[in-house]
């Protein structure tokens, strides 16, 4: 089911002309935004984070995925795009 979702994904985006990349979705919900600690003990239940580095607290452990990801897509966009870039 995600690799379809990707497919239409990559197909509509082309389509529209808007850029996208990809990005690795290891540890997304069990990294801390705010120190960027990595444990899987941080995702405390399917909608909890509570880092156990730090303390931060999220809304929702699905909405700290998100903001990694798109940090890491703000990341990988920047190097794709840095002079020499291949």
């Given at each position: 089911a995600f690799a379809q979702l990707?497919?239409?994904l990559t197909y509509?985006?082309?389509?529209?002309?808007?850029?996208?990349?990809?990005?690795d979705?290891?540890?997304?919900?069990?990294?801390?935004t705010a120190c960027g600690h990595i444990d899987k003990r941080n995702r405390t239940s399917q909608a909890r984070f509570v880092c156990r580095f730090c303390g931060?607290?999220?809304e929702h452990a699905d909405?700290?995925?998100?903001?990694?990801?798109?940090y890491r897509?703000?990341?990988?966009?920047?190097?794709?795009?840095?002079?020499?870039a291949a």
């Open positions: 990707g497919a239409f509509k985006a082309a389509r529209a002309g808007v850029p996208m990349i990809q990005v979705p290891r540890n997304t919900s069990r990294r801390c931060y607290t999220a909405i700290l995925g998100s903001d990694n990801i798109a897509a703000a990341s990988t966009w920047a190097q794709s795009t840095a002079p020499g």
